[in-house]
């Protein structure tokens, strides 16, 4: 359990730097972040490169599940023990 935690921790560490943001934020802003971003890497608006814009959104979309679902509070202990021990 706790090495599923721990990835859990680390996606949604990367998830956060897909994001370009340090610390939870509220759903209002997470959602405006994504429209953002969205607009700015769809498929529809990168017809030079459309293979590394659907790269791209799948990358945006995977880290907006991740970052969506609330942490639970073994997930921060879990967090704050790699914080701590991992760069």
């Known amino acids: 359990m706790v090495m ?3 990835k859990l921790v680390l996606e949604r560490r990367k998830a956060k730097e897909i994001f370009g943001i340090k610390e939870d934020i509220n759903l209002n802003d997470l959602k405006s972040i994504y429209r953002t971003l969205a607009r700015k890497n769809h498929p529809d608006g ?3 490169n459309p293979e590394e814009a659907t790269r791209n959104m799948a990358k ?3 880290a907006y599940e991740i970052l969506l679902n609330p942490e639970s509070e073994e997930e921060k202990h879990i967090r704050r ?3 701590n021990f991992i760069i």
């Open 4 to 6: 599923n935690i721990g």
């Open 46 to 48: 990168n017809r030079n």
């Open 60 to 62: 945006i979309n995977h």
């Open 81 to 83: 023990f790699y914080e």
